[in-house]
Nanobody, 115 residues
Framework: QVQLVESGGGLAQPGGSLRLSCAVS????????MAWYRQAPGKQRELVAA???????NYSDSVKGRFTISRDTAKNAMYLQMNNLKPEDTAVYYC?????????WGQGTPVTVSS
């Protein structure tokens, strides 16, 4: 089993920044893909950004140039630096990890962007 715990969500003003963290523990494989997803009220969960064990990243078009995904292998952690936040970024953000034939989810951390 793998446990994922997100933190760092909260309220930000448009144009502001937040940094999300995801702490990983448990039976961790060296080969994996980790990602941030988000789900806004009334909408489907969507991929925001992903990073694999080689450090290769990809982003949704809606956040490209504003968000940065990173990882710290020594700390078993993943991060999402969110800059120039927009009201449409308001959602619950989830940490996700895929390894082997399984995937794991965190409990989510809410982000609200409002003036």
């Amino acid at each position: 089993q793998v446990q994922l715990v997100e933190s760092g969500g909260g309220l930000a003003q448009p144009g502001g920044s937040l940094r999300l963290s995801c702490a990983v523990s448990g039976n961790i494989f060296s080969t994996y893909v980790m990602a941030w997803y988000r789900q806004a009220p009334g909408k489907q969960r969507e991929l925001v950004a992903a990073i694999n064990d080689s450090g290769i990243t990809n982003y949704s078009d809606s956040v490209k140039g504003r968000f940065t995904i990173s990882r710290d292998t020594a700390k078993n952690a993943m991060y999402l630096q969110m800059n120039n936040l927009k009201p449409e970024d308001t959602a619950v953000y989830y940490c996700n990890r895929k390894q082997g034939f399984r995937q794991y989810w965190g409990q989510g951390t809410p982000v609200t962007v409002s003036s």
